[in-house]
């Protein structure tokens, strides 16, 4: 009989038969998310003289497939922040939970006037993203984080799904980094500028950049949601039309969409 | 024949419904030196009353600081208090982390409170035999908090714990109105003359056995010891008999 340790607490061979670990190991490594399934496509955001305005729309993409079309990416995080979700819905879903129950559990101490800022937030956000990067099981998003910091000021930055944090007077994920990105920052180029900006500025640049994004991003959709968030709360609208289309500049284009010739 | 048989373990209740273990912990803040905390609408000071073992030792800390926005100043089994302020540490530390946010008194307050209740329900642990004052500012303004061996926390404006602290007590209770529109210096003042009310009528406060930390908006915790406190003790106690406590020099 083997007495040796690797035996002990173990069926004997002698009796039952060798093992059979066939189920055990299947030869491959483990694997996590490679890739992300239902998505959402950009999220815009800039900062104006005494807030943070942000925008989604409510579109969650399977592919190329417009699948759902009522997801609401923009998620209010008490009464001093907006999150808004690029990437994986699922993993949105996940997270949503997550900072809920991190919500509860912070009210339970502070009253609303010591709540975590954006501030506070983004930087829990950015450690949980990292956690789970270094897993090699990513939450394949790209966030931006808007609001108030402890000071009361205009805060706007943002996490990817590695962990990386980025912080500047206007942001934007997805193809919103490339089509929206230079509207915003001819409008503005520095924390000045935005120190500036006026409210109703903000957020026809916006506006103006959901547009564009719904003109060239495939994977977009003309209904979105708005939030403005300044000292006196949040303001989210999570169904706003997008107006005066204008695809003059497409006139020549055919074969795509729905028109016959 | 008649021995308590109710006190052997914390987990027993007697039949008059107390812990003994509980009230013993208790007991042992009653032996420490005195400290007290005092809050204003802007300010929250410490000051305790340091003993030394013997004439050849140096003088047992009373005041530790945790974090830059607070301390905490003990009395009763300092060894006890050293393993509540590291885990205090380790906390405000972990909130600073992953929150960047200096961690809210109460909410520290009520995590050593749930630590300490634990240590009164379960068997073949005990309760800790220190009581704290935890003053500093937070998001939310100055606070002071009082914390008891059996793991009640409190909110105090102000508050007194440690050997013959009731004097001292009786003193804050006669000037509570004064403390909520006192400045900093002013508020100094007054934890140290309550200090004072408590001390044996052979002791003084003097340099070397006084303490004091102060915390305020737009300012960190500071701990003040020695020469640091001299400024302090001369404004407090100017009617001093000159030469009483002065140490005699050869010249």
């Known amino acids: 009989m083997n007495h040796f340790p690797e035996a002990w607490g173990r069926p004997r061979d002698d009796v039952y038969g060798a093992y059979n670990g066939a189920h055990l190991a299947s030869g491959m490594p483990n694997q996590h998310t490679q890739s992300p399934i239902v998505t959402g496509t950009s999220v815009v955001g800039i900062k104006f003289k005494d807030g943070v305005v942000i925008a989604a729309d409510n579109l969650a993409s399977y592919g190329s497939l417009a699948r759902f079309t009522d997801v609401k990416r923009l998620h209010r995080f008490n009464s001093k922040s907006v999150l808004g979700f690029g990437g994986d819905v699922s993993d949105m879903q996940y997270l949503d939970r997550l900072l809920t129950s991190l919500d509860i559990r912070e009210n339970y101490h502070s009253a609303d006037d010591a709540a975590l800022s954006a501030k506070n937030l983004h930087t829990y956000l950015s450690k949980v993203m990292y956690k789970r990067r270094s897993d090699f099981n990513p939450l394949w998003n790209h966030i931006l984080v808007a609001g108030l910091d402890t000071e009361e000021k205009p805060f706007l930055a943002s996490v990817d799904l590695l962990g990386t944090t980025f912080s500047s007077p206007s942001l934007a994920t997805g193809y919103g980094a490339h089509l929206a990105q230079p509207i915003m920052r001819k409008l503005v180029p520095d924390e000045e500028a935005a120190a500036r900006l006026g409210k109703e500025e903000a957020i026809q640049a916006i506006k103006d950049c959901m547009k564009v994004l719904f003109y060239r991003d495939a994977r977009s959709m003309d209904r979105y949601s708005i939030a403005v968030i300044t000292k006196e709360g949040v303001d989210l609208n999570e169904d706003v039309k997008l107006e005066n289309q204008s695809w003059a500049f497409a006139d020549r284009i055919r074969g795509y969409g729905t028109q016959v010739n | ?251």
């Open chain 2, 1 to 251: 024949m008649f021995r308590n048989n109710y006190d052997n373990d914390s987990v027993t209740f007697s039949p008059q419904g107390r812990i003994f273990q509980v009230e013993y912990a208790q007991e042992a803040v009653k032996q420490g030196s005195v400290v007290v905390g005092v809050v204003s609408k802007t300010h929250t000071v410490l000051a305790a009353l340091k003993r030394n073992a013997e004439d050849l030792s140096s003088y047992q800390k009373k005041i530790i600081p945790i974090d830059s926005h607070y301390g905490v100043a003990l009395a009763g089994l300092a060894s006890d208090a050293r393993v509540l302020s590291n885990f205090m540490k380790q906390q405000s530390l972990a909130s600073r982390l992953t929150y960047d946010r200096a961690i809210p008194l109460g909410e520290i307050t009520q995590r050593i409170g749930d630590r300490a209740q634990a240590n009164t329900q379960n068997y073949g642990k005990r309760p800790y035999g220190v009581g704290l004052l935890i003053a500093g500012v937070d998001a939310k303004g100055p606070h002071l908090f009082e914390f008891q061996p059996s793991g009640v926390t409190q909110e105090m404006l102000a508050c007194g714990i440690g050997a013959r602290s009731q004097m001292a007590r009786t003193y804050l209770e006669r000037n509570l109105e004064q403390f909520e529109g006192a400045g900093r210096e002013e508020l100094i003042k007054h934890a140290l003359r309550a200090l004072k009310e408590s001390l044996s009528q052979d002791k003084e406060l003097n340099v070397d056995n006084t303490s004091v930390g102060v915390a305020g908006v737009g300012e960190d915790f500071a701990l003040y010891e020695g020469a640091g406190v001299a400024q302090w003790l001369d404004a407090t106690f100017e009617n001093r008999g000159e030469g009483a406590e002065s140490m005699e020099v050869d010249s």
